[in-house]
């Protein structure tokens, strides 16, 4: 059985990509995990339809941080219309692990953040 | 050994030896009380009281007998003042709602400790604002344990109930209940003791503690999940109303009215969990054969040795006393660096369970200044080994998060 706290994981976790605020951002949104206690805000800048660019503040798990920086070099040059086929599942297979029901709030954190400013 | 009479420590989990350390949520079962249950459906189930035949005589037996195991357990002084329930927090929100909601009124008040589990504060918390009440919370000092400089402050003239722990399932603190019991009295104030963590690691004796109320949860102490006690003195079951209705618990109904059955029936309506408190006697029976001093002995050597091992590990906080003699085996704590969760999936990794989160006490939680903690929590069947394998583990988690 493969550890959940792979090189890759514990890379993003210790160097997190993209961490910080945005210099006016076009879409802003925040996210709680109350199993973990952690919390996200996500900066995003959107232009004809597209991610120019994404950052975000996060406190909490190892997942939850590694998960917000994997999904947010993702996102970048994606539209609009990819970007809502974030789901657990694609968060899973950026980060190469497979989680059980208790830390899929953990993973799926930052993605739903992003889903949230969208709208 | 003891672990082998515990069918389910034989599992593997992620093929390593499971290592249970989360008691506190609840304990494993000894085929004594497997046995015990399966055993009532297979050769003795029917349901209890009023019935004539056999099988019905059989089932009643069984469970009244429990009901006698239970008295001695907790020395009650009479079979009338314990009442089964589902489970503690059953019996303290038949206690709020029965007792509560009968002697509570505006500008009363209600002490608890910053201790208490949330089935020990939530149903208190809804009573006092229904009833325009005051809640309050004695404090703890830095080492988790309760401030009794500051009683005469939360302890007064208007505070008709104490509601605190016996023992803490965060802290480990054991509270001095019987000394607490004995001066809320003196201001007027019932007491009403959370045993949830105690039963099974402590000895009780209610008549020595003098409490009002005592709870204890079944599958907490070995026993099947869905049983619980409630102790109350007689006088008080007696002048309560009923806190469900229905079956089992009348002497007689017309359409327009209904007289209530004796104690302890009158507080338990329907048909009773009676596998389940058959079940909680084998549990009772098993402990007794073993004994609680020798129970408490063990987890002291486990826990002595856990604290020693643990407060040499770098950037760790333990919460709670630091004399292994005033807690019990229940250890939280946070390492620096190291997410509770991650910490917790790391050691499934290795077949370890232990609690992270904030253990029902957010609360407590607050007053300690943190989001959450990781928990062990020690049983009868857990070895110095399983600690040893448990500190393993933490150290190689540290290594990972911390290089």
């Known amino acids: 059985m493969k550890s959940l706290y792979s090189p890759l994981v514990l890379d993003h976790y210790r160097h997190p990509r993209n961490f910080g605020k945005l210099n006016e951002p076009t879409h802003v949104a925040s996210e709680l995990n109350p199993l ?6 996500v900066y995003l800048k959107i232009e004809n339809s597209k991610i120019e660019n994404c950052r975000y503040e996060a406190r909490g798990c190892a ?15 994606l ?19 497979k989680v059980g029901a208790a830390r899929e709030s953990c993973v799926a954190l930052a993605s739903r953040a992003v889903l949230k400013a969208l709208n | 050994m003891l672990a ?17 350390l989360d008691n506190a949520s609840t304990t494993q079962k000894p085929q004594e009380v ?5 055993s009532f459906y297979r050769r003795h189930n029917a349901n209890v009281h009023r019935r004539v035949y056999q099988l019905s005589l059989e089932a009643t037996k069984l469970f009244e007998e429990a009901r006698d195991k239970v008295r001695a357990f907790i020395n009650a002084p009479s079979r009338q003042e314990v009442v089964f329930t589902s489970g503690a927090t059953e019996a303290i929100n038949l206690a709020a709602a029965s007792w509560g909601s009968e002697n509570i009124r505006r500008g009363d008040e209600i002490l608890l400790t910053d201790m208490e589990h949330h089935s020990n504060l939530v149903p208190w918390l809804m009573l006092t604002k229904k009833k325009g009440a005051k809640l309050k919370f004695l404090p703890i000092d830095r080492q988790g344990r309760l401030k009794l400089s500051l009683l005469p402050k939360f302890l007064t003239a208007k505070t008709k109930l104490f509601a605190l722990t016996h023992a803490s399932n965060v802290l480990g603190t054991i509270n001095p209940v019987t000394r607490l019991a004995r001066l809320a009295h003196k201001k007027g104030a019932k007491v009403l003791v959370d045993g949830a963590q105690a039963g099974g690691h402590l000895p009780i004796d209610v008549q020595k503690l003098d409490c009002d109320f005592y709870v204890l949860s079944g599958h907490k102490m070995y026993g099947p999940s869905g049983v619980g006690v409630l102790f109350g003195k007689k006088q008080l079951l007696e002048a309560m109303p009923p806190y469900q209705t229905g079956g089992h618990m009348i002497k007689a109904v017309t359409k327009t009215s209904a007289t209530w059955d004796d104690l302890p029936h009158k507080f338990e309506a329907g048909t009773a ?4 408190a ?3 006697a084998a549990a009772i029976d098993f402990i007794n ?18 604290l020693q091992q643990m407060t040499k590990i770098p950037q760790i906080d333990i919460y709670g006393p630091k004399a292994s003699t005033e807690r019990l085996g229940v250890i939280s704590f946070n390492v620096q660096g190291l997410p509770p969760h991650d910490l917790a999936s790391l050691l499934d990794e290795y077949g370890i369970a232990l609690r992270t989160g904030h253990h029902c006490t957010m609360p407590l939680h607050q007053v300690l200044g943190i989001e959450s903690s990781a928990r062990i929590t020690f049983g009868i069947y857990n070895t110095l080994r399983d600690i040893d394998e448990f500190l393993h583990a933490l150290k190689r988690a540290q290594q990972i998060f911390l290089s």
């Open chain 1, 36 to 41: 973990c206690g952690d919390e996200i805000k």
């Open chain 2, 34 to 38: 497997i046995e015990a249950v399966s």
């Open chain 2, 4 to 20: 082998e009479k515990f069918p389910i420590l034989k599992r593997k989990i992620n093929r390593h030896r499971l290592v249970y």
């Open chain 2, 289 to 306: 054969t073993i004994g609680l001093k020798k129970i408490a002995a063990h987890e002291s050597v486990l826990l002595r040795y856990a």
């Open chain 2, 278 to 280: 058959i079940g909680l």
């Open chain 1, 79 to 97: 539209s609009i219309r990819e970007l809502k086929k974030m789901n657990l599942s694609a968060m899973e297979n950026l980060l190469k692990i």
């Open chain 2, 273 to 276: 969990n009676i596998a389940q």
């Open chain 1, 63 to 77: 997942l939850a941080i590694a998960a917000a920086s994997v999904l947010s070099e993702k996102i970048k040059g």
